[in-house]
Nanobody
Framework: QLQASGGGLVQPGGSLRLSCTAS????????MGWFRQAPGKEREFVAI????????RVADSVKGRFTISRDKPKNTVYLQMNSLKPEDTAVYYC????????????WGQGTQVTVSS
């Protein structure tokens, strides 16, 4: 139901835009999120946004560099990543949860982002 794409290899300082497309159903009144997991580390929060497009938030570690947004006609949530650093290297996952729920229950497959020269 959630399809993530857009990962790849990029040099430090470069940019990538990840996409998370919802299919087969809508996520009205859901919170959409991006998470990442680097090798040997736990999965961590990156950004969230309401399916309506409101209340976007990003983690302090990516603030000022990453932006989350939503394209309603395309049923897609984006993660624009600028000024990428090697420490941003990870598998990035998109996820969804009902507004008010404690945990994200719907997950897409990951997309690999590698920042290296």
């Amino acid at each position: 139901q959630l399809q993530a794409s857009g990962g790849g290899l990029v040099q430090p300082g470069g940019s990538l835009r990840l996409s998370c497309t919802a299919s087969a159903r809508t996520f009205n009144n859901y919170v959409m999120g991006w998470f990442r997991q680097a090798p040997g580390k736990e999965r961590e929060f990156v950004a969230i946004i309401l399916w309506s497009g409101g209340d976007p938030r990003v983690a302090d570690s990516v603030k000022g560099r990453f932006t989350i947004s939503r394209d309603k006609p395309k049923n897609t949530v984006y993660l624009q990543m600028n000024s990428l650093k090697p420490e941003d290297t990870a598998v990035y996952y998109c996820a969804a949860k009902p507004k008010g729920a404690e945990r994200f229950g719907s997950w897409g497959q990951g997309t690999q982002v590698t920042v290296s020269s």
